[in-house]
């Protein structure tokens, strides 16, 4: 199996700077990490993701960071606007079909 | 291309009363998967599929729940006998290769 720990669980930003979400994982044998953001009343959507034969991985003011020998990955959130404030889940999967293991969620706030 | 897409979107239970959750996966998916999120935490498999196969359902509450895909490719989940702790958003989801997409989701409050 495995154990995801996502922090923090709050995280309350100025509009315009950065986010930062920092998550660990134990199973070494974890080999995709994905990114989710929920929006109140909706469904978990797929905003980035990276494979363990990355270590960096960058989209649309998105960056995803891992580290497999400390066995953390990270999101980075550039120049954060009011839209980004949202639920946010890191996840993993060691194995074949996608099996995620989600983190217990970030509460991102920005505030204007 | 359409998203998964669940039924219904709410539902609302006494204790002991039974209900079905319906999902389409996205076209040409072959892995389904169904999991519970407790508000304001992250999703939990349940279970999942591929194709009409079962690969996992180690943490279903195997004697009220119950999942299946006969065809592979829609799915139903049943709870019998909802608990109060069952309340939750119950998501599907699907994949094919890599990544992973997730349907709206069928909030259940058992009262």
């Known amino acids: 199996g495995e154990q995801v720990e996502q922090l923090p669980s709050i995280l309350r930003v100025q509009e315009g700077s950065s986010a930062s979400i920092n998550c660990t994982y134990e199973n070494s044998a974890s080999n995709y990490f994905p990114w989710y953001k929920q929006e109140p009343g909706e469904n978990p959507k797929l905003i980035i993701d990276i494979r363990s034969n990355m270590e960096r991985k960058q989209t649309q003011g998105l960056i995803v960071l891992l580290d497999k020998k400390a066995k953390r990955f990270s999101l980075h959130i550039t120049d954060t606007q009011p839209g980004d404030s949202a639920m946010y889940f890191c996840a993993a999967n060691p194995g074949s079909f996608n099996k995620l293991t989600f983190g217990a969620g970030t509460r991102l706030a920005v505030c204007p | 291309e359409a998203g998964v897409t669940q039924s219904p979107r709410y539902a609302v239970l006494q204790e002991g009363q039974a209900v079905s959750f319906w999902c389409d996966p996205i076209?040409?998916?072959?892995?389904l998967y169904w999991y519970q999120q407790p508000r304001d935490q992250g999703p939990q498999l349940l279970v999942y599929f591929r194709d009409e196969a079962v690969i996992d359902n180690s943490q279903l509450p195997s004697d009220r729940f119950s999942a299946v895909r006969p065809k592979g490719t829609n799915s139903t989940l049943k709870i019998q006998s909802a608990k109060q702790g069952d309340t939750a958003t119950y998501l599907c989801?699907?994949?094919?290769?890599?990544?992973?997409?997730f349907g709206k989701g069928t909030r259940l409050t058992v009262v």
């Open positions: 989801a699907s994949s094919f290769l890599w990544g992973v997409f």
């Open positions: 076209s040409g998916h072959d892995t």
